[in-house]
């Protein structure tokens, strides 16, 4: 049973440019979260989707960051004309649906490491 | 809104010491906790976690941590470092909040062990 899959591991970008990445949810997991972490930082919380669905995006920058679950596929992560300041770790979760449970755990993947020149 | 504060940016134990890490939290109700490590350019790894019952806690690699209500702080304890433990760790919150979980991390601890 495969864990939570991230790619690419690391990419880099130069200024200006377009970034992309995707997250593929364990096998029966149809929520998935988007967290960031900037150098020396611990994790924050950027989006919160379903499929088909953004239900939590407080955590997004207002320009540049957008964020979908296809019904079929990985969600990607996407940013737009990347900056400096968008060099940092992106993190994906996701859980199963919480089924009248309290709480269910979200599961990390490996993250993806984004370098912007 | 739930918040945790990590107090410890660094800390250094010598290899074979024993080793607690402080973590408090700020949560209405009853909080799920977790500990995770990260070593340099890794993922997470989750340590042990917190959701009812005995609050102390047994996770891997020899870790354990103690939920305390009256503190309102999960910190992290193992009796005898090793030098691979060398890493940072994040103590995190959990709690249900418009029908989904959200989860806030603290800013981590980087813990170095010394020969």
């Known amino acids: 049973n495969a864990g939570v899959m991230q790619n690419p591991r690391h990419l880099v970008r130069r200024r200006g440019q377009e970034a992309r990445l995707r997250c593929s949810p364990m096998?029966?997991?149809?929520?998935v979260y988007w967290y960031r972490q900037l150098p020396e930082e611990g994790l924050k919380f950027m989006v919160y989707?379903?499929?088909?669905?953004?239900?939590?995006e407080s955590g997004m920058p207002k320009e540049r960051f957008s964020a979908e679950f296809p019904k079929e596929g990985p969600s990607i992560l996407r940013i737009q004309q990347v900056v400096r300041g968008d060099s940092a770790a992106y993190f994906c979760?996701?859980?199963?649906?919480?089924?009248?449970?309290?709480?269910?755990?979200?599961?990390f993947g490996p993250g993806t490491r984004l370098t912007v020149l | 809104a739930q918040s945790v504060t990590q107090p410890d940016i660094h800390i250094t134990v010598s290899e074979g010491a024993s080793l607690e890490l402080r973590c408090n939290y700020s949560y209405g109700a009853t909080p799920y906790l977790f500990w995770y490590v990260q070593s340099p350019g890794q993922g997470l790894q989750l340590l042990l976690k917190y959701f009812s019952g005995d609050t102390l806690v047994q996770g891997i690699k020899g870790f354990e941590a103690e939920f305390k209500r009256s503190q309102s702080s999960f910190n992290l304890r193992k009796p005898s470092v090793h030098w691979s433990d060398a890493a940072e760790y994040f103590c995190a919150v959990g709690a249900r909040s418009g029908g989904y979980q959200k989860v806030t991390f603290g800013t981590g601890t980087k813990l170095q062990v010394i020969p």
């Open positions: 979760a996701s859980s199963s649906p919480m089924g009248g449970r309290e709480y269910n755990e979200q599961f």
């Open positions: 096998k029966g997991h149809s929520h």
């Open positions: 989707l379903q499929k088909e669905n953004i239900i939590d």
